[in-house]
């Protein structure tokens, strides 16, 4: 059985950092692309940053493009988003997911994953 479990989200004032983690079990992971997306209330969910299956290419959103960073370790199964300068724009709970297909295309798309984690709340204050 698939499971994706964040870590990480809090509540921090603007221009302050936080560093999520996401946890997988019963996937094979360095085998897929994974991606951190996060939806603010009445909001569409929306992508933030997707990384390769090695961690050797990674993509960003416009919005957080210079500010936050995706990375992962295939050895702890654990994906992280370092999130740096942030803005209450940035308030949202942030997911991640695994890609459906075991290539390395960096998907933007909510339907180019499969499984997805339960979320954890960032919230940041002005």
């Known amino acids: 059985q698939v499971q994706l479990v964040e870590s990480g989200g809090g509540l921090v004032q603007a221009g302050g950092s936080l560093r999520l983690s996401c946890a997988a079990s019963g996937l094979a992971f360095s085998s897929y692309v994974m991606g951190w997306f996060r939806q603010a209330p009445g909001k569409e969910r929306e992508f933030v940053a997707a990384?390769?299956?090695?961690?050797?290419?990674?993509y960003y959103a416009d919005s957080v493009k210079g500010r936050f960073t995706i990375s992962r370790d295939n050895a702890k199964t654990t994906v992280y988003l370092q999130m740096n300068s942030l803005k209450p724009d940035d308030t949202a709970v942030y997911s991640c997911?695994?890609?459906?297909?075991?290539?390395?295309?960096?998907?933007?798309?909510?339907?180019?994953?499969?499984?997805w984690g339960q979320g954890t709340q960032v919230t940041v204050s002005s």
């Open positions: 997911a695994q890609a459906a297909r075991g290539t390395d295309d960096l998907g933007r798309w909510p339907y180019e994953y499969n499984y």
């Open positions: 990384i390769s299956r090695s961690g050797g290419n990674t």
